[in-house]
């Protein structure tokens, strides 16, 4: 006589303890039921802490502290992430020295800018002195 099992439909995280969903569960051959120990969301922030720590050398509790220190905005516009985003680390290149959390857009720039002082009070004596031309 065989027995049938019933499908699974959720699971508890090993991390945050919780009975999620089994599609929050990431496909895991080598686990017996097929799915990951932790849920999506326990694994992303495990990864954050890992990159935080190997690619910054700081821990996620000094992140949240400098995020908590800069009020959850980007250091340089101010403007909050949006809800699938995190701040950036913004690092010295040279150094390896973290100096804050900007978004996206901000970081981006000043590495556009290769970090160089210089440029970038060009790039606002440029913009200040000029008007658009053009409609």
């Known amino acids: 006589m065989t027995t049938l099992t019933q499908p699974l439909i959720s699971k508890r995280c090993c991390t945050c303890k919780q009975d999620v969903p089994i599609d929050q569960f990431s496909r895991d ?15 992303a922030e ?4 890992v990159a935080l720590k190997h690619k910054y050398g700081i821990s996620e509790d000094k992140f949240n502290l ?4 800069q009020g959850g ?3 340089i516009c101010e403007n909050t992430c949006s809800i699938n985003e995190r701040l ?10 973290v100096r804050g959390l900007l978004c996206q857009a901000c ?6 800018f ?3 002082i210089e440029r970038i009070h060009k790039a606002i004596r440029y913009l200040e002195a000029t008007k658009p031309t053009y409609p």
């Open 114 to 116: 290769n970090d160089d």
């Open 66 to 69: 400098m995020l908590k220190e």
């Open 46 to 49: 495990f990864r954050l802490g």
């Open 29 to 43: 051959r080598s686990i017996k039921d097929g799915h990951a120990r932790r849920c999506r969301t326990c694994t």
């Open 88 to 97: 950036s680390v913004d690092h010295d290149h040279k150094t390896g020295k």
């Open 107 to 112: 970081n981006t720039a000043i590495g556009k």
């Open 73 to 75: 905005v980007c250091a």
